[in-house]
Nanobody
Framework: QGQLVESGGGLVQPGGSLRLSCAAS????????MGWYRQAPGKQRESVAT???????NYADSVKGRFTISRDNAKNTVYLQMNSMKPEDTAVYYC??????????WGQGTQVTVSS
């Protein structure tokens, strides 16, 4: 219950694309803001993109114009489409569901590596 199940991580060449998926339980998906975070070695975990229940999105400056977050309410799933990828995008990516600032859930994390 309340699990976030991620998929889509892997290895991609610079300039390539990947699509991450995160499936949430129906009980939380309709009321939680969903988002993607990432953490590179030696770096602090940072927000990449978020999307509210009404579809309002926010992006980190570093990914604007390249990444797109979306949600499929019928499937209780949030996606992160990553295009024009750079080596700097290499990190463990985490799905997050937030109800309040004190109540939320994290996915297990999936490795994304951008390298030639």
């Amino acid at each position: 219950q309340g699990q976030l199940v991620e998929s889509g991580g892997g290895l991609v060449q610079p300039g390539g694309s990947l699509r991450l998926s995160c499936a949430a339980s129906e009980s939380i998906f309709n009321i939680y803001t969903m988002g993607w975070y990432r953490q590179a070695p030696g770096k602090q975990r940072e927000s990449v993109a978020t999307i509210t229940t009404t579809g309002t999105t926010n992006y980190a400056d570093s990914v604007k114009g390249r990444f797109t977050i979306s949600r499929d309410n019928a499937k209780n799933t949030v996606y992160l489409q990553m295009n024009s990828m750079k080596p700097e995008d290499t990190a463990v990516y985490y799905c997050h569901a937030r109800f309040t600032s004190a109540m939320g859930y994290w996915g297990q994390g999936t490795q994304v590596t951008v390298s030639s």
